[in-house]
Every structure is written in C-alpha cells, then in structure tokens.
C-alpha cells in the first residue's frame, strides 16, 4: 500500500495564535481516517492545509507523491486527484444541480458537455436525486444538497476525499442519509479524510482515529483500541464527555 | 401664488374631498375604538365587525382624499397659471420642436438630438460594464507582483468618483485634442477625422469621458458584489480544482452580477441623465438641440419636452431590472424559503 498522504511537522498559524503545532499524518490508500477532537483542535484547519486551501507556516504535506506548496498551478494540479466537501455544503446557488456537478469536469478536466453529463447522470441516480438535475441547490434540503456536494467531488473521480463535519449543519433524520454514503464510498475502497463528531461513524467505518488536541495528534490507532482503551488521559476525556453528550 | 379659479370642476372636487378625507379620518378613530373594545375587553362578535368595516372605510376615505388633494392640487395650478403652462407645456412648442408637426416619424431638432443621448449611452454602457469589470477584478488580484497594477486602478477609482463628471468631460473634451499624444493624430483613433461607429471624434471623446466617469463608479459596485460572494464559495470551487481565475469566471462574477443589477441601474441612470453634459463641448445632442430651440423662441417646452424623453426612458430600465432580480429569486430560491 503506497502512502497517499503524508504530514509532516505540520505547523499552521492564524496570526499570534497557533492552530496546529507540528501534526504528523500518515494515509494509505484504501485507508479511512476520522478526524475527532473538541471544536477549535485544528480539524477543519488539518484538512484545508492538506489540498492547500491554507497556507501553512512550517512542515511538510506530500498528497500522492507532490508536495503542497502555496504555488497556483501545482495546487490546481493537486486539486484534481483531492475532493472537499464542507459542513456547509458550499454548492453554487446560480447552477442547477446537474450544472454544479459538471463545472469542475467541464472546466478543469475539460469534458464536453455530454461527456460531462454522461458522468454526473449516474452519480445523481445513485443517490436519488437524478429527477432534481434541474432544480437549483436551495430548492433541496440540506441531506439532499449535502449529497449533491459529495457528488460533485466525486465526478471529479479523485484518489482522496476530504470531508469536513459534513453532517454538522444537517436535522438529525437527514444525518443517517449522508453518513450512509460515506459509508459505500469506504467499502468501495476510496481513501478519505474525516473530520466528525459521529463517533459511531468513527468507531464502525474508520481504519484509523486520530484525537486532536491543541494543534497536536495526541493519540492515533485503530478505533478499536482509541474508543476501548484509550491510553492519553485527555482522548479517555474527550471521549467521554462526548458519549455523556450522547454522540455514540 | 396664483388665484384659484372656481370651476365647477374645481367645486366638485372640493365638495369630494371635504367630504372622502374627514369621514376617513373618523372612520379610523372609529375603527380604532372599536378594536380596543374587542382586543382588550374581549368584546363582541359584533364589534370586530365593526372595526374591521371601520378600517376599510378608513383607508378608502383617507386614501380618496389624498389622491383627491393632489388632483386638486395639480388642476388648480394648470388652470390658474395659463402662463406656467405656456412656458413649459406649451403643445405648439412642444410639438414643433419635437418635430411632430412635420409629421411622424418625427424628425425635429431635439428628437434627433435626443437619439444621439441614446446612441451615444447605449455604447457608453456597455464599454462601462466591460471596462468596470476588469478594474475590479485588476484591484482583486493577489500576490506581490500585482501591487503596483492594484495602486493604479485604486488610485483611478479615487480620482474619477471624486472629480465632478462636468470638469473631466472639460478637460478630455477639450484637452485631448489639442494634445499630441499617441492616438489624437489626423488618421489615428482619437484623430480630428475619426469616425467609429457614426460617431466623430467629439462624440467619440464625449463617451471616452464618460466611460472613466462611470467606470470608477461601476468598479465600486463590481468590488462590493464580489466581495459580498462568501469566501467558502471560491474555497469549495479552488476545492474542486477550478483555477483563481475559472473560480471567479464560473462561481464569483456570475453571483456578485446578479447582486449588483439595482445598484448597477442606478449607475446607468446617472449615466445616461449626464450625456446631457457632453453639449458642453460642443456635442449637439437633445440638450444642446431643446435649449437652442427655447433661445430662438423664448419659450422652454422643448426642454420640458426632452425633460420627459428623460424621465420615460428611465421607466423600462427600471421595470427590467426588478423583472431581473425577481426572476433570479424565482428560480434559485425555494418558495417559501
Ligand atoms: N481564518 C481564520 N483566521 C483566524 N483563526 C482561525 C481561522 N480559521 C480557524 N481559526 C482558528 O483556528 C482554530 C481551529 O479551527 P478549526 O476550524 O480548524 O477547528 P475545528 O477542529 O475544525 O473545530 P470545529 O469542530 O468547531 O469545526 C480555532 O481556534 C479557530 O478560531
Ligand atoms: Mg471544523
């Protein structure tokens, strides 16, 4: 198994505060990482300086062999083998939904519109949506709009997907929808990065936990071993008072 | 002030309103007792019957009345002041100046003069809407190498929102020309003999002038619709691998465009109220063709006249802008979101 991603050190400041302190990340392919860890640790900030999104202050970050530097054409180039999907969905209010998913495959891998098409199709029916091609994003509820966005990153056929908190922003029956999908996207092998607070996500589908805590990967390990015993006093912490929140 | 004159017209219309606007006015304080009664003492059936036929009444009679004061008002002025009327509605005038009399299609000095408002802003919008949009997008740029490029279209916008339109429009108009720079040469351009478009090289100047006007205007409203498009936008377009550049073709321009159409129009309007200013410099167009008119009569109507062409071609653009914005609610929002 080749190493998809590799961090290194991986120091990112917002001005005089530190968001991440010297973060090591290691991803294989096939690999399904979850992200957890208290709301600020870093997580969002993790994954937007993995497809470049953010400029980082010190560290390396090797995505499928190329490093991640601040560079417009290197990270275009980047971009294409990573997908991002964002708490808040971020589709494109102005584009119907078929129009959202072929933008990038039209544009940036320059298909022609019935190539295009012919490749954001399916990807609708799978998850039911395809009788909504033609209805603009904010005419979907939020597990429908949600799904459209994971589609869209996927019509750009990557090798990694970046998920962050994708079911936060979501009513609690919408949740099961989303987090089904994901839950294919792993057994048919994709290689993702999860940010979540959805413990038994994390608990069933993850290859690998890692807890962040102040900038730090403070504990990583399969999460059989994280979520039974876990061995830093601060993941047995967190853990717990996200299980006495009933997020598990 | 002028002497009413009491018409029967006039009497009628007296009688309407005394009549519509006090009965208005108590049915309100009637309405209003008798919703008091009903909201806070729980009062009966009857009475909440009785206060909403109130407020009907109330806001017919006050309404009546106030559309009856105004009409009352604008008789009374038109009747009573035949001079008012025969300085700036004068029909003859009107008429003559406008070319009507000589039949239609009119043909007369002003209303050729008042094309020439139309050409002259139909191509100014459209250079302003191109030229806008790239000194907003220059002011956007990121990196180092691009400060100087930013500085400058800064440093534009300030000077040519802060300069009042008639001494830029004095000073390209008149200045230019008798410049040597690249462009003003006999042949060239700008050249004493250039034609683009039917337009000589006044009129070709006269738009070059308002172009720097309203595109220092225009870039202001460009920059604040692209600025108003969340970053998370351009963050999940970047995320989809679409370039700085395709980001802001695809996702940003296209959503900041539709946010900026009112304040856009309002632009244009501006826009087109000041080719009246090119006359200054010797662009024979509907102002300079209705005051020569008025001069040479001593009469003002044909400014009257020009004053509504004005005002009537303000009235589409207007309507077309609130069919624009309410289509693009209509079909990217839910109904009742
Ligand atoms: N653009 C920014 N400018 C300044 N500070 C920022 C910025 N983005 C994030 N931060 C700060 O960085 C820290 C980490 O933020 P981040 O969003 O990565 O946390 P998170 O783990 O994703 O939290 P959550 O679970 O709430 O999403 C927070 O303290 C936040 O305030
Ligand atoms: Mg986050």
Not at chain 2, 19 to 26: D, K, M, S, T
Request: neutral net charge.
């Amino acid at each position: 198994m080749s190493a998809v991603v590799e961090v290194r050190g991986l120091v990112k400041r917002f001005g005089l505060t530190t968001v991440l302190e010297g973060v090591d990340l290691d991803v294989a392919e096939h690999d399904v990482v979850c992200l957890i860890g208290a709301s600020g640790s870093g997580k969002s900030t993790l994954l937007r300086c993995i497809n470049g999104l953010e400029p980082t202050n010190s560290g390396t970050v090797v995505v499928n062999g190329r490093q991640v530097i601040q560079d417009d054409i290197k990270l275009n180039r980047l971009r294409r083998d990573v997908g991002i999907v964002f708490q808040a969905y971020n589709l494109f209010p102005h584009m119907t939904v078929l129009d959202n998913v072929t933008l990038a495959p039209r544009k940036v891998l320059h298909l022609s519109a019935s190539d295009a098409d012919a490749r954001a199709r399916p990807l609708l029916e799978r998850i039911g949506l395809a009788d909504k091609a033609d209805e603009y994003p904010d005419r979907l509820s939020g597990g429908q709009q949600q799904r459209v966005a994971i589609v869209r990153a996927l019509a750009m056929q990557p090798k990694l997907m970046l998920f962050d908190e994708i079911t936060s922003a979501l009513d609690p029956e919408l949740v099961n929808e989303v987090l089904l999908m994901m839950r294919q996207l792993a057994e048919e092998g994709m290689t993702m990065i999860v940010a979540t607070h959805e413990m038994g996500f994390a608990r069933d589908v993850a290859s690998k936990v890692c807890f962040l805590h102040e900038g730090k990967v403070l504990e990583e390990g399969p999460p059989s071993k994280i979520f039974s015993s876990p061995q830093n006093e601060r993941t047995a912490e967190f853990l717990k008072r996200t299980l006495d929140a009933g997020r598990m | 002030m002028a002497a009413l004159r009491a018409s029967h017209t006039n009497n009628n219309f007296l009688v309407a309103f005394v009549v519509a606007f006090p009965l208005g006015v108590f049915a309100l304080w009637f309405g209003r007792r008798a919703e008091t009664r009903v909201v806070d003492r729980d009062g009966p059936e009857k009475d909440e019957q009785l206060a909403r036929a109130a407020r009907r009444v109330a806001v017919a009679g006050i309404t009546l009345g106030a559309m009856l004061a105004i009409g009352l008002g604008i008789w009374s002025a038109w009747t009573g002041l035949e001079d008012v009327q025969e300085i700036f509605f004068s029909p003859e005038h009107l008429g003559d100046s406008a070319g009507l009399v000589s039949g239609w299609p009119a043909s007369g000095p002003i209303f050729e003069g008042f094309l020439l408002n139309v050409k002259i802003f139909v191509v100014a919008e459209i250079l302003v809407l191109v030229w806008a949009l790239v000194v907003a997008l220059v002011r956007d740029m990121p990196g180092r190498a691009a400060a100087p490029l930013r500085w400058l279209a800064i440093a534009y916008v300030d000077i040519f929102r802060g300069l009042p339109a008639i001494i830029t429009i004095y000073l390209v108009m008149f200045g230019l020309p008798i410049t040597q720079l690249p462009g003003m040469k006999e042949g060239e351009f700008f050249g004493p003999d250039a034609s683009f478009l039917g337009f000589d090289q006044v009129e070709m100047l006269g738009i070059f002038a308002l172009v720097l006007i309203y595109g220092a205007y225009v870039a202001e409203v460009y920059r604040s619709g692209i600025e108003s498009v969340h970053w998370s936008q351009r963050a999940a377009a970047q995320g989809l691998g679409l370039s700085r550049g395709q980001s802001m073709r695809y996702v940003v321009v296209p959503q900041a465009v539709r946010r900026v159409i009112p304040p856009l129009m309002n632009d244009f309007i501006g826009l087109q109220k000041d080719t009246a200013l090119l006359n200054i410099a010797g662009v024979f167009e509907g102002f300079a063709a209705a005051s020569n008119y008025a001069n040479n009569n001593f009469n003002l109507s044909s400014v009257t006249g020009l004053g509504i062409c004005f005002i009537i071609i303000t009235i589409p653009m207007t309507r077309l802008t609130d069919y624009l914005v309410k289509r693009g609610r209509q079909r990217t929002q839910a109904a009742f979101a």
